[in-house]
C-alpha cells in the first residue's frame, strides 16, 4: 500500500509538471512578450547618448563644447561638440569615441570629414538614429557654421493644397488643424473664401489665391463666381488688373498666387507679363502650377523680377492611399536632389488623412514643412 502511494504521488507529480509545461508554452505562444515600441527605443537612446554617453566622452580627456553659447549656428537636437588638442591624433582620439559608442549599444552608420580638421558622426541606437557627433581639433569653431550648412541643413517641401473655398467641412478644419507649416490657396468669390482665408492665418497656415485663369478646353468646374474672377486669354490689360485687384481685395492675408487651371492662359506672354506687374507691385510671389508643359508663367515671373516657384508635383491625381504616398516619396525625392520641392494637392479626404497618417508616422523626419515663400526665388 505504501508503495503504491509513493507511486501515485510521483504520477501525479510528473503529471503537474508536465501541465505546467503546457501552461507555460500556451501563455509564450499566445502572448508573447511584446518588444519595446520604437518611440521608447528613440527616447532611451537619446536619453543615454545626451547624459551618459556625454559624460564618458569627457572622462576620456576630450573638451566638451557648449554649443548653446555659439552665436549664428544652429545645430540639430541631439548634437553634442568635442575637442581636442591640435597635438592629438584625431584616428586615436576616434577609435576611443567608437569604443564608448559601442560599449553602449550605438553604432556609427556614417562618418563625413570636416576639411581635414575634425569629422561628423551620425549615431543610430538600435538601429535608430538618435544623434550626432562632432569631433573638431581646437581653433576650428568657425568651420561648425559650415558644418550646419552642409550636413545638417534638411530638404524642404512647400505642401499646396488647392480649392479651397466651395465649402467648410471636417475636411477643411482637418487640414488648418494639421501641425506642419501648410500652404492654403483659395478660389476667391466664393461664400467660405474670406472666412476659411482669415481662419487658415489664426491657424497658423500661409494663403495663396487661387487664382482663376482659363484653360485649353472648357472645364465644368468653373462656375459663375470664378467667371467673375478669371482671366482670359483674350483679354486687356485694364481687365487682367481689375481682376487681379479684385482677388487681392477679397484675399488681402494672401502673400502669393498660383493658377487654378490656366493651360491657356499660362502659355500667353503678353498675358502673364501683365500678372507678373501686377504681383510685383503687390510683392505677392507666384507658383506655376503647371497645367501645361508649354507654360512660360516662371521664365515671365523671372524676367518681371517677382519671386517664383513651380510646381514639383502634383500630389492626388489618384484619390488611393498608396498612390498618394507614391507622390509624397517622389516629392521627397526631388527634395533631396535639389534642397527643395513643391507639391500640390486638394482639398480631399483622401489627401487629408494621407497627410495625418504620414505625418503621425514620422514619415517626414528627413524634410522640412516650409511655406511657399521660403522656397520661391
Known amino acids: 500500500i505504501i508503495l503504491r502511494k509513493i507511486r501515485d504521488e510521483k504520477r501525479l507529480k510528473y503529471l503537474f509538471l508536465v501541465l505546467l509545461g ?26 543615454k ?18 554649443i548653446s553659447k555659439l552665436r549664428g549656428i544652429d545645430l540639430p537636437k541631439g548634437t553634442l561638440v568635442f575637442e581636442i588638442g591640435y597635438e592629438q591624433s584625431l584616428k586615436e582620439k576616434e577609435q576611443v569615441l567608437f569604443k564608448v559608442l559601442a560599449r553602449n549599444g550605438f553604432e556609427v552608420y556614417k562618418r563625413l ?11 543610430s541606437y538600435s538601429g535608430k538614429p538618435v544623434g550626432y557627433f562632432i569631433l573638431m581639433r581646437k581653433g576650428y569653431r568657425e568651420l561648425l557654421k559650415s558644418v550646419t550648412d552642409s550636413f545638417f541643413r534638411k530638404p524642404r517641401i512647400a505642401v499646396i493644397i488647392d480649392d479651397f473655398g ?10 488648418l488643424e494639421l501641425d506642419v507649416k501648410l500652404n492654403i490657396s483659395i478660389i476667391p468669390g466664393h461664400r467660405y473664401s474670406r472666412m476659411i482665408s482669415v481662419d487658415a492665418v489664426n491657424a497658423g497656415k500661409e494663403v495663396l489665391i487661387h487664382m482663376p485663369m ?17 482671366i482670359k486669354a483674350d483679354m486687356s490689360s485694364v481687365e487682367v488688373n481689375e481682376r487681379i485687384n479684385l482677388a ?34 503687390k510683392n505677392l510671389y507666384f507658383v506655376d502650377s503647371l497645367t501645361s508643359p508649354q507654360s512660360v508663367a516662371y521664365s515671365i515671373m523671372k524676367e518681371e523680377g517677382v519671386k517664383v516657384g513651380v510646381r514639383s508635383v502634383f500630389l492626388d491625381n489618384e484619390l488611393d492611399f498608396n498612390e498618394i504616398k507614391a507622390k509624397f ?32 508616422k514620422g514619415y517626414f523626419s528627413d524634410v522640412i514643412f516650409v511655406f511657399a515663400s521660403e522656397v520661391v526665388e
Open 166 to 175: 466651395y465649402g467648410y467641412d471636417e475636411v477643411v478644419r482637418g487640414f
Open 329 to 360: 516619396d517622389k516629392l521627397k525625392k526631388i527634395a533631396r536632389r535639389k534642397g527643395k520641392a513643391i507639391g500640390i494637392g486638394h482639398v480631399k479626404r483622401e489627401t487629408l488623412e494621407v497627410l495625418r497618417q504620414l505625418i503621425r
Open 113 to 123: 570629414p570636416v576639411e581635414e580638421k575634425g569629422f561628423v558622426y551620425f549615431v
Open 248 to 281: 487681392v481685395m477679397e484675399l488681402p492675408e494672401a502673400k502669393g498666387m498660383n493658377n487654378h487651371m490656366g493651360s491657356l492662359v499660362t502659355v500667353k506672354p503678353d498675358i502673364m507679363r501683365v500678372v507678373a506687374m501686377n504681383l510685383k507691385k
Open 22 to 47: 503546457v501552461i507555460a508554452f500556451l501563455v509564450y505562444y499566445f502572448f508573447p512578450v511584446s518588444r519595446p515600441s520604437e518611440s521608447y527605443i528613440l527616447a532611451e537612446g537619446y536619453r
Open 49 to 66: 547618448y545626451v547624459i551618459k554617453i556625454k559624460e564618458d566622452i569627457k572622462r576620456k580627456g576630450f573638451e566638451l563644447v557648449d
Open 214 to 230: 482659363e484653360a485649353v478646353e472648357a472645364n465644368r468646374r468653373y462656375n459663375d463666381t470664378e467667371q467673375e474672377f478669371m
